[in-house]
């Protein structure tokens, strides 16, 4: 189904500080819904809790509390991996990872209206979770970024532009570095949005993050050749 999200889209995704002694009482577990609250404010369009070293009862936990908070807002809320716990507590969708179940397995058993994300790192990989039924892909690493290390060198600008021209329309997120800096260039090459956990890290800071990529979406025109 396709993604009817204004662009640019704008994805958080949470940064994983959690670990598997947190739980429901722990700091951090509120640090994650405040920075989901002020994103649902901020009008992020999608948000992913990347929290892998979470026990299952803990995620279940967090992922129905940050559905709340989202709920009846334009912000829709994935979860990293865990379909069955996003379809559980309430969230909209998945996100897979390039070891996670394959789309189309999430889709037949989740349906339609279940949002599913990928994160891809070559047209090949794109072009199957754009054909094996997810709603949108991210692409990276785009620029040089620590979390992103083990997945080789950053594939670049030139990279993006041909990944998201081959799979025009279907919804190209940038991932790896992106900065404010740097956002416009990523739209520039085509990129249907961005994706970031640095990026949209400081709470106080969203509102203003999410204006000032907004506004380069306007004022940007043309390709990287």
Do not use: W
Request: with cysteine; net charge positive.
């Amino acid at each position: 189904m396709p993604l009817l999200l204004p662009k640019p889209i704008l994805y958080l995704i949470t940064r994983g500080a959690t670990a598997e002694a947190t739980t429901s009482a722990s700091k951090e577990f509120h640090d994650i819904l405040g920075q989901v609250s002020a994103a649902v404010a901020a009008g992020v369009p999608l948000i992913q809790l990347r929290e892998k070293k979470l026990t299952a009862r803990v995620l279940f936990d967090l992922t129905a509390r940050a559905a709340e908070i989202a709920r009846g807002t334009s912000t829709r809320l994935l979860v990293n991996d865990r379909a069955d716990i996003a379809s559980g507590a309430g969230a909209d969708g998945v996100h897979l990872t390039t070891r996670s179940l394959e789309p189309k397995t999430v889709r037949r058993t989740f349906g339609e209206g279940f949002l599913i994300g990928a994160s891809t790192h070559s047209l090949g990989e794109a072009t199957n979770a754009r054909d094996g039924g997810a709603d949108f892909i991210v692409f990276g690493p785009i620029f040089p970024t620590p979390s992103k290390a083990g997945y080789g060198p950053p594939l670049g600008l030139h990279c993006l532009a041909d990944v998201a021209s081959e799979l025009a329309p279907f919804p190209v997120l940038a991932l790896g570095g992106i900065s404010i800096d740097n956002a416009r260039e990523c739209l520039r090459a085509g990129a249907s949005g961005v994706a970031g956990i640095s990026l949209f890290r400081a709470p106080e800071n969203l509102r203003r993050t999410c204006a000032e990529i907004a506004k380069l979406s306007q004022i940007h025109s043309g390709v990287v050749k």
